[in-house]
């Protein structure tokens, strides 16, 4: 069993200048969620900071702003799609760790509450999670750090990887 | 008339850098660049388990 997914397309190097000054780009796209409140356009980036070297990669989404050229990530659309979003999320994720097996993705929501939400959604879905994903969850609380994702815990945020 | 050439010239690249100045300072805010920032602050902090 597979969840919906979006349509997404790749973004080029024109689309993202303005993030080269501060970022390395290591993979942009965008899709639309279609829903109740209409069309969005939203961009999703992997990137690390510029000159770091080290295998972590942050994974990035929201609403693009096309006006300020911008990605939100704290508006709520309330299009009624979410599942179909991170569906589309999860499988970009997916595809970054296959073609880049020894990087880290790490991921935290823009609020506590949209990280409990992601946290949700990947219990409620671990059966269709590859078993060669390892998922760590980070907790900040007395410095505890990263530890294996298990339910009943709220963390801070991911870090995904192969095994 | 030069001057007043010149003058407009640098007009026009003080607007530029402005605007670029301010689209720095806007990308510096978007979610992307300060998750990122972010993203290495806390690995530094907070290595990855080692297998």
């Known amino acids: ?163 | 008339m030069s001057s007043t050439a010149t003058k407009s010239v640098s007009k026009g690249t003080s607007l530029r850098k402005s605007r670029e100045d301010a689209q720095n300072a806007e990308q510096k805010t978007d979610s992307i660049v300060t998750k990122t920032l972010r993203m290495a602050n806390t690995l530094e902090k907070y290595p990855k388990p080692a297998r």
């Open chain 1, 1 to 163: 069993m597979t969840l919906p997914k979006y349509q997404i397309q790749q973004l080029g190097t024109s689309d993202y200048e303005a993030y080269l000054t501060f970022l390395d780009v290591a993979y942009a796209c965008r899709f639309f969620s279609s829903g109740k409140n209409g069309d969005f356009q939203l961009r999703v980036f992997i990137t690390r900071p510029k000159d770091y070297t080290d295998v972590y990669y942050n994974l990035g989404f929201g609403v693009w702003n096309s006006e300020k050229h911008t990605v939100d990530d704290v508006v709520e659309l309330k299009n009624g799609d979410f599942q179909q979003i991170l569906a589309t999320i999860a499988s970009i994720s997916l595809d970054f760790l296959e073609a880049n097996p020894t990087a880290s993705l790490y991921a935290e929501g823009s609020t506590p509450a949209r990280t409990r939400l992601y946290q949700r959604e990947i219990t409620r879905h671990r059966h269709l999670i590859p078993e060669n994903l390892q998922i760590y969850g980070l907790i900040r609380d007395k410095d505890v750090g990263f530890i294996e994702l298990q339910p009943g815990i709220n963390f801070d945020a991911f870090l995904l990887s192969l095994k």
